[in-house]
């Protein structure tokens, strides 16, 4: 059974910044990537970033230049440090994180979800 457990969100003014953390506990032998994803009402879940075992990221572009992701996998955590936050960031964030429970196939598992929201 793995386990992913996010923190940080919350409410922030435009221009602010959060930090989200994620956590994934249990069964894990190796962690191929771990990313974030939100998603508003009635549109479908993008990708935010994600990082790699080997440091490699991936942004979208309308986070690109404000948004950092990181990670620790040693620790199984990964973060993401949101800067000039702007109202159109507002979403909920998923932790996402593909690895390896045994020995078998890489899987995908998620988090419940933080919501950000940015508002003055």
């Known amino acids: 059974q793995v386990r992913l457990v996010e923190s940080g969100g919350g409410l922030v003014q435009p221009g602010g910044s959060l930090r989200l953390s994620c956590a994934a506990s249990g069964s894990i032998f190796s962690i191929n990537a771990m990313g974030w994803y939100r998603q508003t009402p009635g549109k479908e879940r993008e990708l935010v970033a994600a990082?790699?075992?080997?440091?490699?990221?991936n942004y979208a572009d309308s986070v690109k230049g404000r948004f950092t992701i990181s990670r620790d996998f040693a620790k199984n955590t990964v973060w993401l440090q949101m800067s000039s936050l702007k109202p159109e960031d507002t979403a909920v964030y998923y932790c996402?994180?593909?690895?390896?429970?045994?020995?078998?196939?890489?899987?995908?598992?998620w988090g419940q979800g933080t919501p950000v929201t940015v508002s003055s």
């Open positions: 996402n994180a593909r690895l390896r429970p045994g020995l078998g196939p890489v899987y995908d598992y």
């Open positions: 990082i790699t075992s080997s440091g490699s990221t």
